[in-house]
């Protein structure tokens, strides 16, 4: 069983975020696959309009499905509504079913968990930054001062492809998975992240920490978080 709270973040294990402050693109994006994973839970009969992958699971198909209408929905908001257009969401979401964890990200959104008081970063950014970081060009340190660091490659919202990979891991009991924006993690480190999250809190008291360090880091931005303990 999994269990959750969260704190400036909807109801279900999502996070959207949006350069600006906007709240409209991480709204859309967070509704629109909302509604396609409660579709898609209450019966598989329904139609893939971006095909379906054979190669994946059902859950895999289901995530990338929304991830791509939440994108569509969105691009058509800013066709229609002259202060969404250029704007755009970063994403993280979950999707806990059975005894798997289904994830995909897009952007700078990112997905972390703790499992037997060890924290690790299950996304890569999607950003200039951590493709410079991959290819060699800078370094971890130079990344976290980087003028350029919240510049994504990939978002919601965009007219290009988008590539979607969604990942999946079977869940253990005492699992703690954090879905945040980097809100949280341009100010708060891991180390100190990891700490919050295994000091033994309820998961409100885990996300208040959470928050309280980000603001209290002197963090300016939207601060979103998340968080699912797996239950016996």
Not at 36 to 54: C, D, H, K
Not at 66 to 91: F, P
Not at 100 to 120: C, K, M, N, P, Q
Not at 135 to 156: M, P, S, Y
Request: with cysteine; charged share 20%.
């Amino acid at each position: 069983m999994a269990t959750y709270n969260a704190l400036s973040a909807r109801r279900n294990r999502l996070s959207a975020d949006s350069p600006g402050n906007s709240v409209e693109q991480p709204r859309l994006t967070v509704s629109s696959i909302d509604d396609f994973v409660s579709l898609v839970s209450a019966s598989a009969e329904v139609s893939w309009p971006f095909g379906y992958n054979l190669q994946i699971s059902f859950e895999q198909n289901a995530l990338r499905t929304a991830v791509l209408l939440a994108n569509l929905k969105v691009c058509h908001s800013a066709e229609e509504r002259e202060d969404c257009s250029g704007m755009g969401s970063t994403l993280v979401a979950l999707w806990v079913r059975g005894d798997a964890a289904f994830w995909t990200h897009v952007g700078d959104s990112r997905i972390y968990r703790l499992r037997s008081g060890e924290l690790r970063q299950l996304s890569e950014d999607h950003s200039l930054v951590q493709e410079q970081l991959r290819r060699g060009i800078i370094t971890a340190e130079e990344v976290r001062h980087h003028t350029l660091k919240n510049v994504v490659t990939r978002a919601i919202g965009t007219r290009d492809p988008l590539e979607v990979n969604v990942q999946q891991q079977t869940l253990r009991t005492g699992d703690c998975y954090l879905l945040c924006c980097d809100g949280l993690t341009d100010v708060v480190p891991p180390e100190q992240i990891q700490s919050l999250m295994g000091s033994g809190q309820d998961l409100e008291g885990s996300c208040r920490a959470l928050v309280e360090a980000a603001n209290d880091a002197g963090g300016e931005d939207n601060i979103t978080v998340v968080l699912v303990r797996v239950g016996e």
